[in-house]
């Protein structure tokens, strides 16, 4: 058999490999001895169960969905059964050939054991048990990787989480084929491959294994899973509460920057599940390690309810494992896609595998909620297990409803106190506030920052994360130099930066310490979405106070966005404020140069990495900028002065690997001064069509936008649009309760109301 990966220099260990993938294919040309299948035992007992493998048998050919999952998962392990077994030196990053091998094993294995299940067909059980044996000949004895770059190496992976993501998958292969092995030959993989894998990335990995993060929740995960089919109580101890007496340094830091031990020494499992989760279901890394962290959160979780129901660990919390499906389901836009903040990869989406767990797992749990089955319908696949059963057969009985995702605010921090993310939704309008915690290592330096979507299309947005992920040519598929000097930096959101300096310094010890505050929010009137909150601590001596809303009004063809910071400080600095719009620039009204020769706009904190391509001042009160994006029109309009810089900015300076995107943004800048207020107003308007060459509603609806009371109490706004009508939003920078009565002269009318904020 052709060896696929190619090894430089030939040693014992390489030559026993080949001879290894050399044996399998021999093995799986000979004539196979049946076997009876047994079922004596307690197994399958994780996530297919002995009781849910009678069942789904009952019902295949009967549920659409579940069939078809079946069909297709059979297709795709029959072809790796027919290419043989393949087990290669472990020599690669994340992208690379014995790195995609070795996952690709782990899935495959993982889906041979539920169809040698469903099926009742050996040659799957086969191919397991081939392949788990392939491993246990060679565990003992392989190095570390060799690759250097992680904090906590593995053996078969560059790092300890991919070997987790490996015992992860594989407990579930073992569990299908446990009864089928042979007492003797369990007794030979528990002993020299599973418990020496486990004891390898806990014991020998504490800086890996003994932390709060998304690593660690699948070496947790990993070790418990083993655990629960082995039935060995310490492992199972070890995998919910972690290591004692770990000997790590509370200071030590991993490659993120982020410190390895917590701060109250808790580790476990159960740590991961109380600290990182708010008691809305909101993971403070964000949702795109959400969506990673969720597998092995539920699939666990699943494992524990089946095999140790006394531990109620779908209640655990309040039940916040069933409640972090729904809020992160809500973390995605109208396609489906994630929103990308902190490290956050774009295109990420509830399609993904993971996701097919939380959904059908949630459902099977939970209380049967009929979104989830609509998600699951869009998904097109389901689990084949007890929980993918259900879900199929809920669809097939027809109980579907759509998944309704309306205005919500979800709070940070394990006790719900350390700031959060609210989404105002409106007629395909998605406005994300983000004003979280730090969010561990993950995290970027951008409170109060937002992003803008119509209809599931970026119109204002969040950079996200700099990394390919598992594309071997950058940087073999693992995070870029350029998410420090520039996705985690403050200048690559749409918030403010004084002083061209990052929120925190930029410093993850600083960062950690801080997080903003809930102002209020209101989502209950059917003409305006709002939401407040203040950043106290970004820049010392100075306060952050922002407000968006997204308003409905007559005249205008959608609901608009208004955007309000006030900034209070002590002394006098600059202020700088992006828009990062997604488009091409069709009219401003003021005047701007462009430069023949381009330049950064700054030399560090992310401002090297921004080419100025035009400049400009301000002109009058407002400064307009009109965009075409994916047939749609989109105004800026923003309250300006005659002191104001303006700058279209593009990403890309000082990158000389292309390993940045090359978009745009317009910047409004003021100079030095101690209290100002960005006020701005979003709106989407009219369209063009290429085929009939139409431009419709293509100019902005607003004549003139005015801040017309500011002081430590009150922020107030008027919008006047082309047909003179003006509307009013007066926000309570104080006492925000609702309960709060206020009496405000504006300009020689008295305005009074009840409650955070005033609209009319």
Same mark, same amino acid.
């Given at each position: ?228 089919? %082995? ?13 004692? *007496? ?47 962290? %969720? ?52 295109? %990420? ?59 919500? *605010? ?218 075409? *994006? ?23 300076? *000082? ?106």
């Amino acid at each position: 058999m052709k060896l696929k990966s190619k090894i430089s220099t030939v040693s014992i260990l390489s030559l026993f490999f080949i001879g290894f993938m050399l044996s399998c294919k021999e093995q799986s040309e000979s004539p196979v001895k049946e076997k009876e299948i047994s079922h004596s035992g307690d197994h399958p007992k994780l996530i297919l169960t002995k009781s849910g493998v009678e069942q789904i048998r009952k019902e295949l050919g009967n549920i659409p969905i579940f069939d078809a999952s079946l069909a297709a998962t059979k297709e795709e392990v029959d072809a790796e059964i027919a290419l043989g077994i393949q087990i290669p030196v472990p020599k690669d990053f994340s992208g690379g050939y014995t790195h995609a091998r070795h996952k690709r094993n782990f899935l495959i294995l993982e889906k041979a054991g539920l169809l040698y299940q469903i099926l009742q067909d050996e040659k799957y059980a086969i191919y397991v048990k081939d392949m788990l044996f392939g491993y246990e000949a060679i565990y003992k004895d392989l190095p570390v990787h060799p690759q250097t770059r992680s904090y906590a190496r593995g053996k078969l992976f560059w790092q300890c989480l991919n070997d987790s993501n490996w015992l992860v998958y594989v407990s579930q292969a073992y569990d299908c084929v446990y009864d089928y092995l042979s007492a003797e030959e369990r007794e030979k993989l528990e002993t020299n491959l599973f418990r020496p894998f486990a004891d390898y990335i806990s014991i020998d990995n504490p800086q890996f294994y003994n932390r709060v993060h998304n690593h660690s929740t699948w070496g947790n995960a990993a070790v418990g899973m083993i655990a629960l089919v %082995m039935d060995d109580a310490e492992l199972l101890h070890r995998a919910l509460y972690g290591l004692e *007496n770990d000997g790590l340094d509370a200071n030590a830091k991993d490659n993120d920057g982020g410190f390895i031990k917590n701060e109250d020494g808790k580790a476990g499992f159960l740590a991961n599940l109380e600290e990182p989760f708010s008691p809305d279901g909101y993971y403070t890394e964000g949702p795109y390690y959400q969506r990673y962290a %969720m597998y092995p959160f539920l699939i666990f979780a699943e494992a524990l309810n089946n095999v140790k129901p006394e531990l109620k660990i779908f209640e655990y919390k309040d039940g916040v494992l069933l409640k972090s499906v729904s809020a992160l389901l809500n973390l995605s836009d109208a396609d489906g896609d994630f929103f990308p903040l902190n490290d956050g990869q774009k295109g %990420m989406s509830y399609y993904s595998k993971e996701l097919v767990t939380a959904v059908d797992i949630a459902y099977h749990h939970g209380d049967k909620n009929p979104g989830l089955l609509s998600i699951a319908e869009k998904q097109e696949r389901v689990l084949l297990d007890d929980a993918g059963l259900a879900v199929a057969l809920g669809i097939k009985n027809g109980k579907a409803k759509p998944f309704e995702k309306k205005s919500i *605010n979800l709070t940070d921090g394990p006790d719900g106190k350390q700031g959060g993310v609210a989404i105002l939704r409106d007629n395909d309008i998605e406005v994300v506030f983000k004003y979280a915690a730090q969010g561990l290592s993950h995290g970027h330096y951008d409170k109060l920052s937002f992003s803008l979507y119509e209809d599931g299309d970026e119109v204002i947005q969040d950079y996200g994360l700099a990394r390919f992920v598992n594309i071997e040519q950058k940087g073999g598929g693992n995070y870029l130099k350029e998410n420090t000097t520039w996705a985690k930096q403050s200048i690559a959101h749409n918030t403010v930066i004084q002083n061209e300096t990052s929120h925190f310094q930029g410093k993850y010890e600083i960062g950690m310490k801080h997080h903003s505050d809930l102002s209020f929010y209101d989502f209950d009137n059917d003409n305006i979405k709002i939401v407040s909150a203040t950043e106290a601590n970004a820049y010392p001596g100075t306060v952050l106070h922002r407000t968006m809303a997204v308003i409905t009004s007559a005249g205008f063809e959608k609901p608009y966005v208004v955007d309000l910071m006030s900034v209070t400080s002590d002394k006098a600095n600059q202020y700088d404020f992006p828009y990062y719009f997604m488009g091409h620039v069709m009219e401003t009204n003021f005047k701007y140069n462009t430069p023949s020769t381009l330049k950064p706009l700054g030399a560090k904190n992310g401002y090297q990495h921004l080419f100025v391509e035009g400049e400009g001042k301000a002109n009058n009160d407002n400064a307009q900028l009109t965009w075409l *994006n994916l047939g749609r029109f989109y105004t800026l309009t923003t309250v300006t002065d005659k002191q104001d810089d303006l700058f279209f900015t593009r990403i890309g300076a *000082n990158d000389p690997e292309f390993n940045l995107r090359r978009e745009a943004a317009f910047m409004i800048r003021k100079k030095p001064v101690k209290n100002t207020v960005f006020a701005s107003v979003i709106e989407s308007h009219g369209g063009y069509s290429p085929v009939s060459e139409f431009a419709v509603n293509s100019k902005s609806n607003i004549s003139e936008l005015k801040v017309i009371y500011n002081d430590n109490d009150y922020t107030a706004l008027s919008i006047k649009d082309l047909n003179g009508a003006v509307k009013t939003l007066i926000v309570s920078n104080g006492d925000a309760s609702k309960t709060a009565s206020h009496n405000l002269n504006i300009e020689g009318e008295n305005i009074q109301w009840t409650g955070a904020y005033y609209f009319k």
